[in-house]
């Protein structure tokens, strides 16, 4: 009897002996295929975000004035814009045809009244974040303060790295319209943030352009376009760009552009 339960005992032992590296293993491949599964998100946002990154480049993208029309091509337009070698600023002069293939936008003058709940907006601003006043504990008070430059609409694109010289806590944020008015309340990075004006700020409405209203000669455009071998007939020899995109710009507002212009 003594050596049947011996036996049975042994038996007993040597099989938990075998399943036990069996459960190791299967318990380190449920934490290999976890493992995998995360590899695989963060391989999929950072694809995204490569994604994100990648703008379509143009062989002609600046700013510069508008021209006469072509008198044999009307679609043709004279277009003068700044090139800089080195130290050396100097002036160049193009053809551009713009038709109803391009996207045409332009930027006006608004009121703050004019945006929406729910708008997105770039502000160029200090955020500030502090804490509230007596009686608060814990509590903090947000503000996009001393704005200079309030722009919102359609295809907005800012440049993220332009900087204050003279103050570097200024930056690009984005947002959304939390409370309309004339006093906007913003909501930034999860929080709602009060917005308020630096004296001779500018505010900008982007929208779609009008042929008639907007090409015109005199007026300041950004132009992104594609290098084409057509031309107008019976004109100077000058290189000739079709615009894909054209942007006009707001005048009254020309010094903001360095600013908006990526």
């Not at 009244?113 to 601003?125: L, P």
């Not at 200090?126 to 303060?145: I, W």
């Not at 084409?228 to 942007?247: A, Q, T, Y």
Request: charged fraction near 35%.
């Amino acid at each position: 009897m003594k050596l049947l339960l011996a036996l049975i005992s042994a038996a007993f032992f040597a099989a938990i002996a075998v399943s036990a590296p069996v459960l190791v293993d299967a318990q380190a491949g449920k934490k290999e295929n976890k493992e995998e599964k995360k590899d695989e998100k963060k391989g999929e946002k950072k694809s995204k975000k490569q994604s994100k990154k990648v703008e379509t480049t143009y062989d002609l993208d600046t700013l510069g004035v508008l021209g006469a029309p072509a008198k044999s091509s009307p679609d043709f337009y004279e277009f003068t814009y700044s090139v800089v070698d080195g130290k050396k600023k100097s002036s160049k002069k193009a053809w551009i045809k713009i038709d109803g293939e391009c996207q045409l936008l332009r930027d006006r003058v608004a009121a703050l009244t004019e945006f929406k709940e729910g708008d997105a907006i770039h502000v160029f601003t200090k955020p500030v974040a502090r804490e509230a006043g007596a009686g608060a504990v814990g509590a903090k008070v947000y503000h996009l303060q001393a704005s200079r430059v309030v722009i919102g609409g359609k295809e907005i694109s800012v440049n993220d790295a332009y900087s204050d010289p003279k103050d570097k806590e200024f930056q690009w944020c984005e947002g959304k319209v939390e409370k309309p008015g004339q006093s906007l309340t913003v909501s930034y990075e999860d929080a709602s943030y009060k917005l308020t004006l630096e004296k001779g700020a500018g505010i900008l409405m982007r929208e779609d352009g009008d042929m008639k209203r907007d090409v015109r000669k005199g007026n300041r455009i950004l132009v992104k376009g594609s290098a084409i071998s057509e031309k107008p007939e019976g004109e100077d020899e000058r290189p000739v760009f079709k615009g894909v995109k054209v942007l006009v710009v707001e005048r009254r507002l020309n010094h903001l552009y360095e600013a908006l212009i990526p």
